[in-house]
């Protein structure tokens, strides 16, 4: 396949044109990879798509109620990445006990992989971060990152009502 020519697109300073030679630039790369058979790429993913996360507490068990809990996942050979998104509904309960939500793959122990949380207090407008890590080979325990690391509970790092969102990112080596 020939490389193509991008120097047309370059942009002087200040050149009132910038937008559409970067549009067209976007558009010309977006062309030249449209017909790449990703099967021959090394690397990459050998499994993506959505799956439906299992959202658990350690004590009495929550329920989604109209609220949505969604799941991505990529999976290159063992290394998969995850995105988790729970929002609140109008119906949702929020259980007692520690927040759980399971992976898409299995680790090969608990302990690990810690991920980045960010949970959204809709009513304060407040995102408060925190972390999570394999509390067996399959869920994620959720924890804020109070001093010391304390668990993600009904009431805890606020009072979960309706629109409260839990964001979760992680990567990590599949059993």
């Not at 970067?22 to 050998?46: K, L, M, R, S």
């Not at 804020?144 to 080596?173: G, K, M, R």
Request: aromatic content about 12%; proline content about 7%; charged content about 10%.
């Amino acid at each position: 396949m020939p490389v193509p020519d991008f120097e047309s697109y370059k942009v002087a300073a200040l050149e009132l044109s910038s937008i559409t030679k970067f549009n067209n630039f976007v558009q010309a790369v977006e062309d030249e990879f449209a017909d790449i058979d990703t099967d021959q790429i090394p690397g990459y993913p050998t499994a993506y798509g959505t799956y439906v996360p299992v959202w658990t507490c350690a004590g009495t068990a929550p329920s989604l109620g109209n609220g949505s809990l969604t799941g991505r996942f990529a999976q290159v050979g063992k290394l998969t990445h995850v995105n988790i998104n729970l929002v609140a509904g109008s119906t949702t309960t929020f259980g007692t006990g520690q927040f759980i939500l399971s992976l898409p793959a299995a680790t090969p122990a608990t302990g690990y992989p810690i991920a980045s949380v960010l949970y959204f207090d809709s009513s304060a407008g407040l995102f408060f971060p925190g972390n999570s890590w394999a509390v067996s080979t399959t869920t994620l325990g959720l924890y804020d990152n109070a001093s010391p690391l304390a668990a993600v509970t009904n009431a805890a790092p606020f009072a979960w009502a309706t629109a409260d969102q839990i964001l979760l990112q992680l990567a990590y080596e599949a059993a």
